[in-house]
């Protein structure tokens, strides 16, 4: 998982990291099965097909982290080919002990379908939510709303909200997002690039020319490529000399390759730890009744 970005300049689609968002989080594919099988029940439930969907994104949220106000929307996408999103679906993974609410800032108590309830869940809220209509993530909840009015051309002011920070513990959510054509089919079915398996925290190149492109001077040229950026892993990094080769078992190396390349290091707060096994990091469940389990970091999904 790497630094969430925001947008930087929505008509060039320019994606910079930024303190207004300061959650991690990473996209994965529509052609995952699993997901397809999630996506399709959503799409039940909106009235929208699963081709107007987005990948499903993963986002993680530590103590004190969040995304202030924002559109899930760019009224200029409305001229795209797949349209603006029309409607978001958060999706909450795990039950957060204090915080982390979704709010809706530009609202008040008032603005509850049912003031007695808005009067009832106000007094539970975070300082960040207080007083706006607000959601407090339970684990296996889900919680759409639209950003778009009936028209599909005019965005809807009250739609602008802002992730809380949790307070305590940490936050896991998975946005849809749902256009209002198809979006992007070509790109539906793609194969994960090879890069997506290595671990950042691991100092390596994935192509065998890394080390002739760097002599090249492609570290400047092609600096996306072979380096990296806020979006990109770089398929060169150990060529371009931006990571530390660890020694086995070298947590702190480890750990610092990831920060430094805008990765997730896990928190005594997350239920997911690394380990090594036989020198190679190991994402491990941590021990939780009824439930464990492990995965190589970087690679397969854990079960």
């Not at 950003?147 to 009250?158: E, N």
């Not at 809380?164 to 979006?183: D, E, L, Y």
């Not at 080769?245 to 239920?271: H, I, M, P, S």
Request: aromatic share 8%.
């Amino acid at each position: 998982m790497k630094r969430s970005t925001v947008v930087g300049d929505a008509k060039q689609h320019i994606n910079v990291v930024d303190e207004y968002r300061t959650s991690y989080g990473m996209f994965i594919r529509r052609n995952n099965p699993l997901i397809t099988g999630i996506m399709q029940r959503v799409a039940e439930w909106a009235k929208l097909p699963v081709s107007h969907f987005e990948d499903m994104q993963v986002l993680r949220y530590g103590a004190g982290q969040q995304y202030r106000p924002h559109q899930d929307s760019i009224l200029d996408e409305v001229q795209q080919p797949h349209g603006p999103r029309l409607a978001t679906v958060l999706l909450y993974l795990n039950d957060v002990p204090e915080g982390g609410e979704t709010a809706f800032p530009d609202t008040d108590a008032s603005k509850w379908a049912s003031p007695e309830v808005g009067a009832q869940v106000d007094p539970t809220l975070s300082e960040c939510a207080k007083g706006s209509v607000a959601y407090r993530p339970q684990k296996g909840d889900a919680f759409m709303f639209w950003s778009f009015k009936p028209d599909g051309v005019s965005m809807d002011p009250f739609a602008q909200h802002t992730g809380c920070p949790p307070t305590k513990g940490v936050k896991w959510a998975a946005p849809m997002w749902i256009h209002s054509r198809p979006f992007r089919q070509d790109t539906a079915n793609a194969l994960h690039d090879p890069v997506e398996a290595v671990d950042p925290g691991v100092c390596e190149d994935v192509n065998p020319q890394c080390e002739q492109w760097a002599a090249s001077g492609a570290c400047e040229t092609n600096k996306a490529y072979m380096a990296g950026n806020v979006e990109h892993h770089g398929y060169c990094r150990k060529a371009c000399g931006v990571c530390s080769v660890c020694g086995a078992n070298d947590r702190t190396c480890y750990e610092e390759n990831r920060r430094k390349q805008g990765y997730l290091v896990y928190t005594e707060d997350d239920e997911l730890a690394v380990e090594f096994d036989e020198g190679r990091p190991v994402v491990r469940v941590k021990q939780v009744t009824g439930r464990q389990g492990s995965c190589v970091a970087g690679g397969a999904a854990c079960t």
